[in-house]
T-cell receptor, first 115, second 113 residues
Framework: DGGITQSPKYLFRKEGQNVTLSCEQN?????MYWYRQDPGQGLRLIYY???????QKGDIAEGYSVSREKKESFPLTVTSAQKNPTAFYLC??????????????FGPGTRLTVL | GESVGLHLPTLSVQEGDNSIINCAYS??????FIWYKQESGKGPQFIID?????DKRQGQRVTVLLNKTVKHLSLQIAATQPGDSAVYFC????????????FGTGTRLTIIP
């Protein structure tokens, strides 16, 4: 999985609880991304960050929050405001310059189930 | 809005045969395309990419073809093996400046032994 780790692999939470998903990369990439994947659908972008201490909303940011205090870490918090949080969450990273700047490397994913 | 779509949601191919997975895109300004392979329960893995100044690019057993006239992208896998069974996604760079990829819904490829 290319130097990107996500933990835990499976996560169960009760409805109404906030939960934080971890994403760490040792590829020295500047940019990091969070996607959500639901059955039969493509990846949808939640948040992304191109530099430390800066991040932007993706297409489905409502009910989620992120931080980027360190280059190698981009944790995602799924808040109680997210209406349908059960999904497979994927973190990715990439360079922001050079020939390979658009190639995103993905982690193994975290499957979140809210009971 | 702009989108990336796939012609077929599932594809079954006999082991050893060649397979072709198709993808249509609608943003004529997109200049970068990428194919990913995703096995069950895992994150997507990079297969091959292509920029719009090319119409063909080859890797190991894989070839990507880009037809900008009809906005069509295809992934050819030669001499398929059981390990090729997975979901394949195409993605396009549709948001310049922010470097955001837009992903299609995926095609499930099954290799029949």
């Amino acid at each position: 999985d290319g130097g990107i780790t996500q933990s835990p692999k499976y996560l169960f939470r009760k409805e109404g609880q906030n939960v934080t998903l971890s994403c760490e990369q040792n590829l020295n990439h500047d940019a990091m991304y969070w996607y959500r994947q639901d059955p039969g659908q493509g990846l949808r972008l939640i948040y992304y960050s191109q530099i430390v201490n800066d991040f932007q909303k993706g297409d489905i940011a409502e009910g989620y929050s992120v931080s980027r205090e360190k280059k190698e870490s981009f944790p995602l918090t799924v808040t109680s405001a997210q209406k349908n949080p059960t999904a497979f969450y994927l973190c990715a990273s990439s360079w922001t310059s050079g020939r390979s700047r658009n190639e995103q490397f993905f982690g193994p994913g975290t499957r979140l189930t809210v009971l | 809005g702009e989108s990336v779509g796939l012609h077929l949601p599932t594809l079954s191919v006999q082991e050893g045969d060649n397979s072709i997975i198709n993808c249509a895109y609608s943003n004529s300004a997109s200049d970068y395309f990428i194919w990913y392979k995703q096995e069950s329960g895992k994150g997507p893995q990079f297969i091959i990419d292509i920029r719009s100044n090319m119409d063909k690019r080859q890797g190991q057993r894989v070839t990507v073809l880009l037809n900008k006239t009809v906005k069509h992208l295809s992934l050819q896998i030669a001499a398929t093996q059981p390990g090729d069974s997975a979901v394949y996604f195409c993605a396009e760079l549709a948001d310049f400046g922010n470097e955001k990829l837009t992903f299609g819904t995926g095609t499930r490829l099954t290799i029949i032994p």
